[in-house]
């Protein structure tokens, strides 16, 4: 057996040599490094079970300076193609010099090693004579043996935030006990100035650290931001060009300082984020509605031992429209595991072994939150033990590197698929925004969609349970509203840290959502992009909901001939108008999937909602006073919107809640927007307009 040369790190090691191999021996063995990780490939012996991976630190010369020691077991369900094995070996400190082998097993029996390879592994990035590059946090300081507080993440970020033209760092709220919640915004060449700037390059996001005694995905994410903003490599600098990167380190720092799983209320803020009932999920939702990313990861830690590197999971509440979810599924299935298989980790479904409880599709954790809110998205759950396939990670600092390096081989992999992908996602977001704001189908208030077990077929791999709808969870003719009193909307709650929460107009306003106040209630339409996520907070029945509103359902169905005038609240849907359709002042109309053969004109109305219509004439709504919704229509005449009043509580007035919503319509005539008190915005959904675009709709 021949000792190789020791390898510049980056590169990949040359092929094991030896003169005559032993039966059953493993052959070409090759090793590249990776950022805390080295990837081991092998030719597949035939008839092998799995296979040990050995690591041996060695000199210069290749001599050993300590024992050889079993890291790794690789086994047939870690990887999609089982005739290519691989192994991410992981849990070292960086930088250090290595050799590895490897042996197969048949059942218990172990055959001969392999040749050994030798390699340096990559040292902590950024050359520490460059600043910027030179920053280090806590954990990486002490090699794993500490977490980075919060004093060194708040002084770390403020450095690269300084040192950088690429970052900038926000305030998006306070803990309970009034810790900063801040994000990193990451672009190139700089990062943008504003919600709406960042909104208009399709963002990604990354949560690193809700549960606080999680905290791998936290570090992964510091040195992922540090990689971002200094990095000088082409290709990452490219796809920053083409999109930006909220990286939100620690939206639980109460529970992180204390090491605990909620935060300083005790409560699990992974079951809040519909509900919002504490100022950590209220600042993260006003977060995605302002800076409305398109695509997420939630960064959590699993405790099985049994299970995968990185198991995975898509949003699957049964409401999520059909097309988020399979862009979820494809960069989990399609891309994840395909690239896992490369580089060696080991990615698959949450729980991965029978009997694990996990992953359900309640709407109040984040991965169904964002989906609902039309996000592609995917949990992520580092394992945080070592287990049987990884027996060397008894070792606390062993296992938190291989933890940390695994969470941030899974973000850049995340960052390239967005970017790869931007068409594909931003086209599956603006379908499903036009399909909820339809307002068609069933609502489902409880169940969630089969995940399948994937790869298969591979020996104890278990998809998560089955969480299917049950019949009297179902909503088969969906209202086109809820109405809520005057105390439901406004008055106190008890349900937040002290006994005191947000209102639920404080709540929605945080979600984002239109409301039309009327003379004696306040209207949620269910015809706008979250539609899938409204009765679960607002229906009686609704498992997980903060009031039970009154269901409004259709006045209007089937034809009506000749014109229709409206007064106080009129629901259109699935119907036929042969006639023009006027709303009088203080009125409310909402009308979807229909066909409107007349001028439809509203002058000093309460709200106006026109969503998934046909109207064959002109369009006029002139000096609204609540929320106006346009979405996915077809218009055959000009469309005019004029001198519009903000809607939504004072201190999201001026923002998205206030804005008219004109999205994805197809118009043949002008699209004319004037003198409205807040710019309409469409959320990067476009409109088709054959005529010319004017006043505050020319980018619309």
């Known amino acids: 057996m021949t000792a190789l040369p020791a390898l510049a790190y980056g590169k990949p090691a040359a092929t094991a040599l030896q003169m005559q191999a032993e039966p059953n ?19 597949h012996v035939d008839g092998a079970t799995d296979y040990q991976i050995e690591r041996t630190p060695v000199a210069e010369d290749g001599t050993p300076t300590g024992n050889g020691v079993i890291v790794g077991v690789w086994r047939p369900n870690r990887q999609i193609n089982n005739d290519k094995p691989t192994f991410a070996d992981a849990g070292f400190a960086p930088g250090d010099r290595f050799q590895w082998r490897v042996r197969a097993r048949f059942g218990t029996e172990a055959q001969p090693y392999s040749a050994a390879v030798a390699g340096v592994t990559k040292p902590h990035w950024g050359d520490p004579n460059l600043p910027g590059q030179s920053l280090r946090t806590q954990w990486e300081q002490t090699l794993g043996a500490q977490y980075t507080s919060d004093v060194n993440e708040y002084a770390y970020t403020a450095a690269v935030d300084e040192l950088s033209d690429r970052v900038r760092v926000t305030e998006i709220g306070r803990t309970v006990n009034n810790r900063p919640i801040n994000m990193l915004i990451i672009g190139y060449p700089k990062a943008p100035a504003t919600p709406d700037a960042v909104a208009a390059t399709n963002p990604l996001v ?67 984020h519909s509900l919002i009932r504490q100022p950590e ?41 059909q097309g988020i979810f399979d862009q979820s599924q494809d960069m989990i299935e399609g891309h994840m595991y395909t690239q ?43 394992r945080s033990s070592g287990g049987p396939t990884r027996p060397n990670e008894s070792n606390t600092a062993n296992n938190r590197r291989r933890k940390t390096y695994s969470g941030l081989w899974t973000f850049n992999q995340f960052l390239q698929y967005h970017v790869a992908n931007l068409d594909k996602v931003t086209k599956a977001r603006a379908e499903a925004i036009k399909f909820q704001s339809a307002n068609t189908g069933q609502i489902v208030l409880e169940g969630s969609r089969e995940i399948k077990a994937y790869p298969a077929p591979h020996p104890g791999e278990a998809p998560p349970p089955v969480d299917a ?20 909307y406004n008055g106190a709650r008890t349900d937040g840290p002290g006994g005191q929460g947000a209102t639920v107009a404080q709540r929605l306003a945080a979600h984002g959502w239109k409301v039309i106040k009327t003379a004696d209630g306040y209207i949620v339409p269910l015809s706008q992009p979250e539609r899938g996520l409204v009765p679960l907070l607002l229906d009686e ?26 007064s106080g609240v ?16 203080g009125a409310t109309l909402i009308a979807t999937g229909s066909t409107i053969n007349g001028l439809v004109h509203a002058d000093r109305a309460a709200g106006f909602v026109l969503t998934d219509s046909k109207v ?11 929320p106006v919704i346009m979405v996915g229509n077809k218009i055959s005449g000009p469309v005019l919107l004029h001198g519009t009043k903000a809607s939504g509580p004072a201190n999201v007035a001026n923002g998205v809640v206030g804005a008219p919503l004109v999205a994805g319509n197809t118009l043949t005539g002008l699209l004319t927007c004037t003198s409205n008190e807040v710019k309409p915005a469409n959320l990067e959904v476009p409109n088709t307009v054959r005529g010319l675009k004017i006043g505050q709709c020319a980018r619309l």
């Open 25 to 43: 021996q493993v052959q070409n063995v090759t090793v590249v490094q990776g950022d805390g990780y080295a990837t081991l490939a092998w030719t």
């Open 206 to 272: 990354v949560n690193c650290n809700v549960h606080g005694n999680e905290p791998g995905d936290r570090e992964a994410c510091l040195i992922m931001a540090r990689q971002l903003a200094f990095t000088s490599d082409p290709a990452t600098l490219d796809m920053l060009s083409k999109t930006t990167m909220l990286i939100v380190p620690t939206l639980n720092g109460d529970g992180r300082a204390a090491n605990s799983r909620g935060n300083s209320t005790g409560q699990d803020l992974n079951r809040d």
């Open 281 to 321: 999920t209220q600042a993260f939702m006003a977060m995605v509605r302002d800076y409305r990313p398109i695509a997420g990861y939630d960064g959590h830690e699993y405790g099985n031992s049994n299970t995968g590197d990185l198991p995975m999971l898509s949003p699957r509440h049964a409401n999520v429209a």
């Open 340 to 382: 896992g298989a490369k580089d060696g980790w080991w990615a698959c479904p949450y729980g991965c072994t029978p009997g694990a409880n996990v992953g359900l599709g309640q709407e109040t954790i984040l991965r169904n939150t964002l989906g609902l809110k039309n996000v592609v998205n995917s949990l992520l759950e580092l």
């Open 469 to 488: 709808p049950r019949e009297e969870n179902i909503i088969k003719h969906a209202p086109c509203a809820y109405k809520l009193t005057e105390e439901q």
């Open 541 to 566: 029945q609704a498992v997980a909901g903060l009031v039970a509103g009154e269901r409004i359902m259709p006045t209007v169905t089937g034809t009506r001939k000749g014109a229709l005038t409206v």
């Open 570 to 585: 009129t629901c259109i849907a699935d119907a036929t108008v042969r006639g023009a359709i006027t709303v009088k002042r």
């Open 616 to 626: 064959n004439a002109m369009v006029n709504v002139l000096n609204t006073n609540g």
